[in-house]
């Protein structure tokens, strides 16, 4: 099957779908795929809120918003990118409230705004604590209306190129059918994701998060970089790695070890306060996260969530008992290098939202930034991917054949169970490529990732059906994975000095 459209979005988080909508206003012909469906991607797992210096809740200013996230990126970030997300901050908030994002209000019916680690000020606009959540699902409500066409269970498998080095389309997998699929368009906006999977189980991420669209655009030729900055939060909960969001410091929780002391600053920025507990937790120290002091009437009306998940995954109510808790992969900082205008290295390709670097994170991502990422930066894509499409209209059909990656693994053996290998992974990157890093670490991590890469052959499938192959789709991800666990350690052993998340001893 092959279809056209003017723009073509891989991804429909809130980076993606905001995309979609700027492009269609821009008057793009706009086509959507995703590997899952909107309402499950990565945004809403963003609880704590959006950044924006509105002063709700205090004295603040965009000039401070500023000054915190440059100082959070240790830097490595672009000043000017970071002064157009803070000074756009604002009008997205009220681009959001506009189109229906329910925030929490204040007492007068302003936007509600809490601290999170790193503020000056209470700054970040929330709904609860399932901030990411409602605006993802408002802005997918608005690309229904718009009436943008959404092809869910479409997995990227290659980013396609015309006879002049340009981006021109992809080839995906039907994951519903197993057949392979041609989109063709003059602009692709590529809207991924992360790759804090590579840590397996380790990971507050959803098990898509494998970094396919990266491996894919790198596959392509597109430069990725700063992909050794991967942010680790301070309170996963132990025994799940499921998150508990800042947003429960933010209202005042508390950090303790088992003697019960507060042995660090809990709103200090992620890299620091993660740090300090994995000390902790090196000594010997459990550590826990203690909100009973809120009481249970705000608990309630502000982390509903943080309750309802501490309840299903550790058997356990915050309004009574210490959640036990440890720091887990959660954020990448690196990806795919965009200009100013949310353009790659190759012509028609543009990214946005975490797969991107915008390189206003720098080396340790500011928390509320990143929703406010994918809102300003979404934007951006969409309607520069609107004006390329314009502007770079096709007149030669493309005639790509649908042969792929798919052929080639049906001739792999299943000596090897590529599933024990990525647990493996997980667990051996948690160790030597996580919190704290020595270069003789980083050296094995480096060799096991290149061991099983020499190997994939003897890694096949076991599933050989082709409608709903999910054992093919987890296989592909694995192959993703290892090419982004391969560029992060490489990443890593290339910056020889400690620079926020990338703390080496």
Same mark, same amino acid.
């Given at each position: 099957m092959n279809k056209k459209c003017d723009v073509l979005i891989i991804g429909a988080g809130g980076a993606g779908l905001t995309a979609a909508l700027n492009a269609k206003e821009s008057g793009a012909d706009v086509i959507v795929l995703t590997k899952e469906y909107p309402t499950r991607s990565q945004t809403c797992m963003a609880q704590g809120g959006i950044n924006a210096a509105l002063g709700n809740a205090g004295e603040?200013?965009?000039?401070?918003?500023?000054?915190?996230?440059?100082?959070?990126?240790?830097?490595?970030?672009?000043?000017?990118?970071?002064?157009?997300?803070?000074?756009?901050?604002?009008?997205?908030?009220?681009?959001?409230?506009?189109?229906?994002?329910?925030?929490?209000?204040?007492?007068?019916?302003?936007?509600?705004q809490r601290a999170l680690g790193g503020a000056s000020a209470s700054r970040a606009c929330y709904a609860q604590d399932y901030t990411g959540l409602k605006i993802l699902h408002t802005i997918y409500d608005r690309c229904l209306e718009a009436d943008i066409e959404i092809q869910n269970e479409k997995y990227l498998l290659e980013i396609l190129k015309d006879e002049n080095d340009g981006v021109c389309g992809a080839k995906v997998l039907d994951i519903r059918s197993g057949e392979v699929e041609i989109y063709e368009a003059n602009a692709v906006v590529l809207a991924s994701g992360g790759y804090s999977r590579i840590y397996d189980k380790n990971s507050t991420n959803s098990t898509a998060s494998t970094g396919d669209g990266i491996a894919t655009a790198a596959r392509a030729g597109a430069e990725l970089i700063d992909m050794e900055f991967v942010q680790f939060h301070p309170t996963g909960l132990k025994s799940c790695s499921i998150l508990i969001s800042e947003s429960a410091r933010g209202e005042g929780g508390y950090i303790l070890n088992s003697k019960g002391e507060r042995f660090t600053k809990e709103l200090a920025p992620r890299d620091v306060l993660s740090r300090a507990i994995d000390a902790e937790i090196k000594k010997g120290e459990d550590v826990f996260l203690d909100i009973r002091h809120l009481g249970e009437k705000l608990i309630d009306e502000g982390l509903p969530q943080e309750r309802k998940l501490a309840k299903l995954y550790e058997n356990l109510d915050p309004v009574h008992e210490l959640m036990p808790i440890k720091p887990v992969a959660h954020y990448t900082m @690196?990806?795919?290098?965009?200009? +100013?205008?949310?353009? &790659? %290295?190759?012509?028609?390709?543009?990214?946005?939202? #975490?797969?991107?670097?915008?390189?206003?994170?720098?080396?340790?991502?500011?928390?509320?930034?990143?929703?406010?990422?994918?809102?300003?930066?979404?934007?951006?894509?969409?309607?520069?991917?609107?004006?390329?499409?314009?502007?770079? @209209?096709?007149?030669?059909?493309? +005639?790509?054949?649908? &042969? %792929?990656?798919?052929?080639?693994?049906?001739?792999? #053996?299943?000596?090897?169970?590529?599933?024990?290998?990525?647990?493996?992974?997980?667990?051996?990157?948690?160790?030597?490529?996580?919190?704290?890093?020595?270069?003789?670490?980083?050296?094995?991590?480096?060799?096991?990732?290149?061991?099983?890469?020499?190997?994939?052959?003897?890694?096949?499938?076991?599933d050989i059906s082709k409608v709903y192959n999910t054992n093919l789709i987890e296989f592909l991800e694995f192959k993703n994975s290892l090419d982004v666990c391969e560029v992060v350690v490489k990443s890593a052993l290339a910056r020889e000095v400690s620079c926020g998340a990338h703390y080496i001893v």
């Amino acid at each position: 099957m092959n279809k056209k459209c003017d723009v073509l979005i891989i991804g429909a988080g809130g980076a993606g779908l905001t995309a979609a909508l700027n492009a269609k206003e821009s008057g793009a012909d706009v086509i959507v795929l995703t590997k899952e469906y909107p309402t499950r991607s990565q945004t809403c797992m963003a609880q704590g809120g959006i950044n924006a210096a509105l002063g709700n809740a205090g004295e603040d200013s965009v000039e401070d918003h500023i000054a915190n996230t440059l100082k959070s990126a240790h830097g490595e970030a672009d000043p000017e990118a970071i002064r157009f997300m803070c000074e756009s901050a604002p009008k997205a908030i009220e681009w959001l409230d506009s189109i229906g994002v329910c925030f929490s209000r204040t007492q007068d019916a302003k936007v509600a705004q809490r601290a999170l680690g790193g503020a000056s000020a209470s700054r970040a606009c929330y709904a609860q604590d399932y901030t990411g959540l409602k605006i993802l699902h408002t802005i997918y409500d608005r690309c229904l209306e718009a009436d943008i066409e959404i092809q869910n269970e479409k997995y990227l498998l290659e980013i396609l190129k015309d006879e002049n080095d340009g981006v021109c389309g992809a080839k995906v997998l039907d994951i519903r059918s197993g057949e392979v699929e041609i989109y063709e368009a003059n602009a692709v906006v590529l809207a991924s994701g992360g790759y804090s999977r590579i840590y397996d189980k380790n990971s507050t991420n959803s098990t898509a998060s494998t970094g396919d669209g990266i491996a894919t655009a790198a596959r392509a030729g597109a430069e990725l970089i700063d992909m050794e900055f991967v942010q680790f939060h301070p309170t996963g909960l132990k025994s799940c790695s499921i998150l508990i969001s800042e947003s429960a410091r933010g209202e005042g929780g508390y950090i303790l070890n088992s003697k019960g002391e507060r042995f660090t600053k809990e709103l200090a920025p992620r890299d620091v306060l993660s740090r300090a507990i994995d000390a902790e937790i090196k000594k010997g120290e459990d550590v826990f996260l203690d909100i009973r002091h809120l009481g249970e009437k705000l608990i309630d009306e502000g982390l509903p969530q943080e309750r309802k998940l501490a309840k299903l995954y550790e058997n356990l109510d915050p309004v009574h008992e210490l959640m036990p808790i440890k720091p887990v992969a959660h954020y990448t900082m @690196g990806g795919v290098r965009v200009d +100013n205008k949310s353009a &790659t %290295s190759l012509k028609g390709l543009f990214a946005c939202g #975490e797969c991107a670097n915008h390189r206003v994170h720098g080396a340790n991502r500011l928390g509320g930034n990143s929703l406010l990422e994918i809102v300003v930066f979404g934007k951006e894509a969409g309607v520069n991917a609107a004006l390329y499409a314009k502007e770079n @209209g096709r007149t030669i059909p493309l +005639n790509a054949d649908i &042969t %792929s990656v798919i052929d080639e693994i049906k001739t792999y #053996e299943n000596v090897l169970d590529f599933y024990a290998k990525r647990e493996h992974i997980g667990d051996l990157f948690y160790k030597n490529v996580g919190i704290v890093r020595t270069k003789e670490e980083l050296k094995v991590a480096l060799q096991e990732v290149q061991d099983i890469k020499a190997n994939i052959s003897k890694l096949g499938v076991s599933d050989i059906s082709k409608v709903y192959n999910t054992n093919l789709i987890e296989f592909l991800e694995f192959k993703n994975s290892l090419d982004v666990c391969e560029v992060v350690v490489k990443s890593a052993l290339a910056r020889e000095v400690s620079c926020g998340a990338h703390y080496i001893v």
